[in-house]
């Protein structure tokens, strides 16, 4: 699984670090550290992916399998 | 839609209020409505008759602002995320031409991410998370003044009260300074941003930073430890910041930023005052704080936000014009059932929130990482404190003021001492 994490959208609501910190962080500005790249999940951690992916209020994650 | 009990007081099945429709008038299809939003009014009133007008008309036009009014989520997102054909020009419905001009809520990318960075030095995520100690020491003290008399005020006692503290301390000016701020921003917002009295509160707004500004320009400080010596020393398009720049930046950090947070802890306050079964969960588990916060964010959403259009466009079969200007309806949107589940009922557990009541796109609140920071302290503190309380009052006597949707005060009771 991958979440693949579109920097045009991504507006630094922070909910996907909130929820899943672990997974994501943020970077100086709040934005994802990860936006613009894609993000392999490790196993075990799909959970929290899908769930990082749905809290975003910009739809700007999407889970790929 | 059902009707509804509790803060949302009552809503006819797909009725619009009488005062609402202008009956047999229309604009290009649309409804045309006359939103009453300046006066005072029950708690849940207002919020009521804005979801009856969603599932009566997703978009409408206002003839009091005369402007489109957007009700659907996916609508709101839509805007939100289209700065070029919907600007900030105006962010203000009703006002497409403001005499004034915030920073950097006035500003469109891409000129406007360079102010973000710039303010981004005290409202990213780093830096509010090394003030959540003092913003828990400021509650603590506010808490401190009534846990003994057991009761008070919560808008003025305490949500109105710390957050101001932790907004001066963030910008690196005396927290002692807060019940000034205090008093102007109350005056500002109470009724409509025009009156006599809101435009000589902004005077003296104006006045203290202007004061500010002289000082730090002839006595320039440290920029890592003084705000306003950062703000000098920073640049945009390779050159500093001008005063006005400054001032406009000011101007807006206190608009946009105290009635807000004051507003979204007596919400929660009043949610958790009359239902007993979420507070209990709060209670016994602060760690649901975060994900409560976001349930109380889309359940009482504070800011009807506007954009101008810079151009024509076909808007979901709607003609819109550039100039006008459209008002996101936030609290109708947080509470459309084609996003959320069971949209008017609390959840505070819910799951997956992606609600949008601090905006979306590029002009997403600069403050929303301080205010949720604010809002988990001010919740734990007061829990660990007080984790007993009622309102003081009926329900039908909390009155939300008119303009920028906020509760007028909010009694409540305890056991003295807690």
Redesign the interface.
């Given at each position: 699984m991958k979440l693949a994490i579109d920097a045009g959208r991504c507006a630094g609501h922070g909910r996907c670090y909130a929820m899943a910190p672990g997974l994501l962080e943020p970077d100086e500005l709040g934005f994802v550290a990860a936006r613009g790249t894609t993000v392999e999940v490790p196993a075990g951690s799909e959970q929290a992916a899908r769930d990082a992916a749905a809290w975003c209020p910009e739809a700007a994650i999407d889970v790929e399998s | 839609m059902r009707a509804q009990s509790g803060v949302w007081g009552r809503v006819e099945e797909g009725n619009v209020t009488q005062e609402q429709v202008i009956a047999g008038t229309s604009r290009s299809g649309c409804p045309v409505v006359r939103l009453d939003t300046h006066r005072d009014r029950p708690v849940g009133e207002r919020a009521a008759e804005l979801n009856a007008l969603r599932e009566t008309a997703p978009i409408s036009w206002d003839a009091q602002r005369e402007c489109w009014v957007l009700t659907l989520a996916r609508h709101v997102?839509e805007v939100f995320?289209d700065p070029e054909t919907f600007t900030n020009d105006s962010i203000t419905p009703g006002d497409p031409n403001p005499a004034y001009k915030w920073i950097p809520s006035n500003v469109n990318p891409p000129l406007h991410v360079q102010y973000?960075?710039i303010l981004?030095h005290a409202f990213?995520?780093?830096p509010v998370a090394r003030i959540e100690e003092r913003t828990r020491e400021y509650c603590r003290m506010a808490i401190d003044e009534v846990v003994e008399t057991g009761h008070c005020d919560y808008v003025s006692a305490v949500g109105g009260v710390f957050p101001t503290r932790v907004f001066l301390e963030l910008v690196d000016l005396p927290w002692e300074d807060a019940p000034l701020f205090v008093d102007w921003t109350e005056t500002i917002f109470d009724g409509f941003f025009g009156s006599p009295e809101a435009l000589q509160a902004v005077a003296k707004v104006t006045d203290y930073f202007v004061e500010l500004i002289a000082d730090r320009r002839r006595a320039p400080r440290d920029p890592e430890h003084d705000f306003t010596s950062h703000l000098l020393r920073s640049e945009v398009d390779g050159r500093l910041l001008p005063d006005e720049d400054v001032l406009n930046i000011y101007n807006q950090l206190v608009l946009a930023g105290l009635d807000t947070v004051k507003s979204a802890l007596s919400y929660s306050l009043l949610h958790l005052a009359t239902t007993p079964a979420d507070r209990h969960r709060i209670v016994e588990d602060p760690a649901l704080i975060?994900v409560a916060i976001?349930e109380l964010l889309r359940a009482y959403p504070l800011v009807m936000e506007g954009r101008k259009l810079s151009r024509d466009v076909d808007f979901h079969g709607v003609p819109m014009r550039a100039g006008e200007m459209v008002m996101l309806v936030l609290p109708a949107a947080m509470h459309d059932p084609e996003q959320f589940e069971r949209p008017d009922d609390v959840i505070i557990d819910r799951?997956?929130?992606?609600?949008?009541a601090?905006g979306?796109?590029?002009h997403?609140c600069l403050g929303?990482?301080l205010a949720?920071m604010e809002m988990r302290v001010g919740l734990e503190e007061w829990h660990r404190r007080i984790p007993d309380y009622h309102l003081d009052c009926d329900l039908a006597d909390v009155i939300e003021r008119g303009g920028q949707r906020s509760l007028r005060s909010l009694p409540l009771a305890w056991t003295p001492g807690g």
């Open positions: - | 997102r995320q973000r960075q981004n990213g995520p780093a975060p976001e799951q997956r929130n992606n609600h949008l601090f979306g796109g590029p997403r929303s990482h949720r």
